[in-house]
């Protein structure tokens, strides 16, 4: 068997060695035929897999075969040797052996299905998404994504394959790296072809999320719009240049909204957009984008909300540090019933605006105590909260307050001092916490 065992183990490498690098490199080499067929260039796999299965069947039967005649030979010159008569015996039984295993393999896969054995014409799969590239000579290339950089292929068209509701359009450019003049190409649906030519393609896909555009009315100048599914404390090269957001939801699942702010790192102004685009950031709509942040956008959370699985809790705001003294608990997003005040619940009370949006209703004036730390207390996923000082809401365009967002630290509930921060005051008279807004986190 150890004569077994050592062809066996040549048989292996003579395969990963001529079969496996032959693949990588098919064009380079000539392949015998094997019942009239040789792969070429253009051979799929499953028909390099076919070839494959028949060649080691032929040889692994003339190997076999060869072993059985040598052991054949040596018996007849070993002169009555008992040492090499037992040798040939061992290599005439490898041999017989070899042949019953390929034999009884190809009967046992017939037996079991016909098909398993034979390999015939397979299509290639086509691919259900994504685009085909098509030069001037016809030629096609497959992409499911953006493509920075095409060199040494001549686009001349494109082919849609995904329908429009998955893939709105391809922005086509004359430079690499998505420079250069710009053309938008929509697509008219499945199947559909258009004629285009650029050095980089940019896949417009429609995915749930939120979209900012540098121009108003979601308008497109020079690049695509910014898809975002997470927060971005830093917009890096779309600082300052938003000017229309647009929220795509999950029918009936998941709605999007955004919190942008005016500086970096979720604080400076700030304002509410949920479940609804706003064309000009300069513009509010009801009580989205209210008051307008204007195109002064530098950070931005991006939040979403599972109609099926809300979450709640509630936010407890407390007049000293360490989470201690006065207590303002206000409930979590799912259960809306507002802020109350155990010493005096009938004078102090948050109101609902909107989704998530709470303001002082006490009086004009802001609260007589400075809220020092708070706590957030999560019973179902989690959630976080913006602080914004006054003046209360509806605010002075020129002057909306200043927002920071905080979130649950890690180990704890509690945000132990607000002292440092952008929303605190120490001075008597100085400005007060006003409104706040309650968000779910979705990273």
Not at 167 to 175: G, K, P
Not at 203 to 223: M, S
Request: overall charge negative; hydrophobic content about 35%; glycine content about 8%.
């Amino acid at each position: 068997m150890a004569i077994l065992r050592t062809i066996l183990f040549l048989l292996t490498i003579f395969f990963f060695v001529f079969f496996l690098t032959g693949f990588c490199f098919a064009q380079e080499l000539t392949y015998p035929e094997i019942g009239g067929e040789a792969p070429t260039a253009d051979t799929t796999l499953p028909e390099y897999i076919k070839y494959i299965f028949n060649f080691s069947i032929i040889l692994g039967a003339i190997l076999a075969s060869a072993v059985l005649v040598f052991g054949g030979i040596r018996w007849l010159l070993s002169a009555g040797s008992p040492t090499a008569i037992g040798e040939a015996k061992s290599w005439m039984f490898s041999g017989i052996t070899g042949l019953v295993l390929l034999l009884g393999s190809y009967v046992i896969l017939t037996a079991i299905n016909p098909d398993l054995v034979i390999f015939g014409e397979m299509e290639p799969l086509k691919p259900a998404n994504g685009v085909y590239l098509i030069n001037n000579e016809g030629e096609k290339r497959y992409y499911a994504s953006s493509v920075p950089s095409i060199k040494d292929f001549d686009i001349v068209s494109i082919e849609f394959i995904s329908p429009s509701e998955e893939l709105y359009s391809v922005f086509a450019y004359t430079e690499e790296e998505y420079k250069g003049s710009v053309t938008e190409i929509k697509n008219d649906g499945a199947g559909s072809t258009e004629s285009t030519s650029g050095k980089s393609f940019h896949l417009f896909w429609n995915r749930p999320g939120v979209y900012l555009y540098e121009e108003t009315d979601f308008g497109i100048d020079q690049r695509p719009p910014l898809h975002l599914s997470n927060s971005l404390t830093n917009i890096d090269d779309w600082d300052k240049k938003v000017k229309s957001i647009e929220c795509r939801e999950v029918p009936n699942e998941r709605f999007y909204g955004v919190i942008p702010f005016s500086e970096q790192g979720f604080m400076g102004k700030c304002s509410l957009i949920y479940n609804q685009d706003i064309s000009d950031l300069t513009q509010s709509s009801g009580s989205n984008n209210e008051p307008p942040i204007g195109y002064d956008v530098s950070s931005i959370i991006v939040f979403s909300l599972d109609v099926n699985n809300k979450p709640s809790g509630d936010i407890t705001f407390y007049d000293s540090i360490e989470c201690k003294g006065k207590k303002y608990v206000v409930d979590g997003p799912a259960e809306v019933t507002g802020l109350s005040i155990a010493e005096d619940p009938d004078n102090y009370k948050f109101e609902e605006d909107s989704i998530y949006r709470y303001k002082f209703s006490h009086s004009e004036e802001p609260l007589d105590e400075n809220i020092m730390s708070l706590e957030i207390n999560a019973t179902n996923g989690n959630f976080g909260v913006v602080l914004i000082t006054e003046p209360q809401y509806p605010a002075d365009i020129n002057n909306p307050g200043v927002c920071q967002f905080f979130k649950k630290p890690k180990g704890t509930t509690c945000i132990p001092t607000l002292k440092g921060t952008s929303v605190y005051d120490p001075e008597p008279d100085g400005v007060k916490i006003r409104s706040i807004l309650i968000f779910p986190l979705t990273d």
